[in-house]
């Protein structure tokens, strides 16, 4: 099953390549479009935050495990 798989992947990959340089032969333009620029804004949070998880499932495993 994993060498089907293996062959169909491969066999796309040529396709797909084969394919774009068929319409490069062609003559027809390629569009090239200009790098846009993301920019993410970070919220700020308090450092207690990152916290509250870990003590959460360590009050959890030292319940479960005082039983």
């Known amino acids: 099953m994993k060498k089907l ?3 169909a ?3 796309a990959a ?3 390549s084969a394919s774009a340089e068929a319409h490069m032969a062609k003559g027809e333009v390629v569009m090239e479009m200009e ?3 993301v920019v993410e804004e970070t919220q ?3 450092s207690a ?3 509250v998880i870990p003590l959460l ?3 959890i495993v030292a319940a479960a495990a005082s039983n």
């Open 35 to 37: 790098p846009v620029v």
């Open 57 to 59: 499932f360590i009050a």
């Open 44 to 46: 700020q949070s308090s």
């Open 14 to 16: 040529a396709a797909t």
């Open 49 to 51: 935050a990152g916290v």
């Open 5 to 7: 798989a293996l062959a």
């Open 9 to 11: 992947l491969l066999s």
